[in-house]
């Protein structure tokens, strides 16, 4: 299903992504998780919670000046075909469309952390272990 719908550009119910993943952490037997680049915006937010009954500890946001994150995303040379400026510049504003509502939502609730990622990798790394130590999660 997933796969079909996909295959026609519509988009995948939050309910069905939100499940699959509760499938997977329910079947890690770990009980601490990293979330890379979801919930993408406020439904997606509202329906993880509903549907998990699960609330985040924290939310990692790494800062960066728009220009900074274009020219990084221009040099990285992976040849993809949406590193060009105006598919970057139209993310940045689906960014501050859709998800940073969701970043503003768990500010609200001093769940959020942080992160100057316009300095150097080694700086950006030590800050994001600093923020996971109390959870003693070792860092890679």
Do not use: W
């Not at 549907?51 to 924290?58: G, L, M, N």
């Not at 728009?66 to 040099?75: A, D, F, G, Y």
């Not at 150097?120 to 994001?128: C, G, I, K």
């Amino acid at each position: 299903m997933i796969q079909n719908m996909i295959k026609e550009g519509k988009i995948v119910p939050s309910e069905v992504t939100i499940k699959l993943l509760q499938k997977a952490m329910l079947e890690s037997g770990n009980d601490k998780f990293l979330i890379d680049g979801f919930p993408r915006n406020e439904e997606n937010r509202a329906a993880f919670e509903n549907v998990t009954k699960i609330e985040p500890e924290f939310v990692l946001f790494f800062v960066c000046p728009e220009e900074e994150m274009e020219r990084r995303l221009l040099n990285r040379n992976q040849g993809r075909d949406d590193d060009n400026t105006e598919t970057i510049r139209k993310r940045f504003k689906v960014f501050v469309e859709s998800s940073l509502p969701v970043v503003e939502h768990y500010d609200s609730k001093g769940k959020v952390r942080k992160i100057d990622a316009a300095k150097p990798v080694d700086e950006v790394f030590e800050a994001v272990k600093a923020i996971f130590s109390p959870f003693n999660v070792e860092a890679v």
